[in-house]
């Protein structure tokens, strides 16, 4: 459960326990309206049921309005119900007077009721909110020591590595080759990549998180926005063989392209970074009822038995153990992206070996504006599948 998660949870159970009915105005009159459908119900029962009866109804309505308001309707229920009970069931009929005692008991327990239940409801309402505190509280520290945890140990390598290279080209470049500078160069440059991808990708989720990503939609085509992706992982990809099959009938989709590029590329990094080379990766996509389900598959004969919803949370890594680095944000990231999009994103083991990840996008109408996206034919077809 992240931040967001909890603090929904927090809202929730203020919602359930202190909005709607527990709001004053709301709460006095249902204290009326219990006593008018106790009323009524006694009337039809009247006759036909001893007065015993009629009173358990008006203790029922004291009992429900004492559970949902606070102790100020509960004690206006007690007293109304008392008043119309004894007014228009007790003998003498109209008149505040008892012939018999035993109503005058029937009254105390119809008030101890109310209160006892409005006292009890009142503290497991307070317990309730210092409990969603301490869990929001709990939550925040634990995804805050995740956070340091997780970016100290993923930047210490790069940074390890960069501060050995950079040391011997500055005491020692004079004695090194013109390709073995090159090579410390080319180290440097990549690790330095390799940080900066990862400070951005904890800076985009916190983003998502905190409500600042607002998406820009736009009709595009999903071969587009899947060419983009593989421009982008080309380099990560370049030690496997990974196979394009989006067919041409696809329907354009309402999405904030870049976003969705993201997310894809974050899937396509995942298959490179936790699958051995030469594995074949497959870029797909379909349609699905109203939605449009785009796939990453990896055939790499990984573990058939993985917890595929653990692998979606933050600083959760894949479930091949490989040198790669990372702070496990990528899939958590497009999770977050889809699901702003109205679609969602989820893992699948593959029965033969390895991983489908997938997330879907809704179909909307396109207008006829948007009928034809250029260059969406020249992007990527099962003509040219392999890449």
């Known amino acids: 459960m992240d931040v967001r998660q909890a603090l929904t949870a927090q809202s929730s159970v203020q919602r359930i326990f202190t909005a709607g009915w527990n709001s004053g105005l709301i709460g006095y009159a249902w204290a009326i309206g219990a006593t008018l459908t106790s009323t009524l119900v006694g009337f039809a029962m009247r006759g036909r049921f001893d007065l015993v009866n009629i009173a358990m109804v008006y203790l029922l309505a004291v009992v429900l309005v004492a559970l949902h308001h606070a102790r100020g309707p509960a004690i206006l229920t007690s007293v109304l119900c008392i008043t119309a009970f004894d007014v228009l069931f007790v003998p003498p009929a109209g008149t505040f007077t008892v012939d018999d005692l035993q109503y005058v008991f029937t009254f105390a327990i119809m008030l101890t009721v109310g209160l006892v239940i409005s006292h009890l409801v009142a503290g497991v309402r307070r317990q309730a909110r210092e409990q969603a505190a301490l869990e929001?509280?709990?939550?925040?520290?634990?995804?805050?020591?995740?956070?340091?945890?997780?970016?100290?140990?993923?930047?210490?390598?790069?940074?390890?590595?960069?501060?050995?290279?950079?040391?011997?080209?500055a005491e020692a470049a004079d004695k090194l080759s013109s390709s073995e500078r090159q090579a410390l160069a080319q180290s440097i440059f990549e690790q330095s990549r390799d940080m900066a991808e990862r400070v951005t990708?904890?800076?985009?989720?916190?983003?998502?998180?905190?409500?600042?990503?607002?998406?820009?939609?736009?009709?595009?085509?999903?071969?587009?926005?899947?060419?983009?992706?593989?421009?982008?992982?080309?380099?990560?990809?370049?030690s496997h063989r990974v196979i394009v099959e989006l067919p041409n009938?696809?329907?354009?989709?309402?999405v904030d392209a870049a976003l969705v590029e993201q997310a894809l590329a974050n899937l396509l990094e995942n298959a490179a970074k936790h699958t051995p080379a030469g594995t074949v990766v497959r870029l797909c996509a379909r349609q699905r009822a109203h939605e449009l389900v785009v796939s990453v598959v990896d055939h790499s004969g990984g573990p058939s038995e993985v917890d595929v919803e653990r692998i979606f949370q933050k600083f959760a890594h894949g479930p091949i153990e490989t040198t790669a680095g990372g702070v496990g944000l990528g899939l958590a990231i497009c999770r977050a992206i889809v699901r702003l999009h109205g679609g969602d994103a989820w893992a699948e083991c593959v029965p033969s070996g390895g991983m489908a990840f997938r997330f879907s996008l809704p179909i909307e109408r396109a207008p006829p504006a948007a009928a034809e996206v250029p260059g969406a034919d020249d992007a990527l077809t099962p003509d040219h599948p392999d890449r």
């Open 249 to 254: 009938d696809l329907p354009l989709v309402r």
């Open 201 to 238: 990708k904890v800076l985009q989720m916190t983003r998502l998180e905190t409500g600042e990503i607002r998406i820009d939609r736009d009709w595009t085509s999903i071969a587009e926005v899947a060419s983009s992706a593989l421009d982008r992982t080309s380099e990560r990809l370049a």
């Open 136 to 169: 929001v509280a709990a939550e925040t520290e634990r995804i805050r020591s995740a956070l340091l945890a997780s970016i100290s140990h993923d930047l210490r390598t790069p940074l390890a590595v960069m501060a050995g290279a950079s040391s011997t080209l």
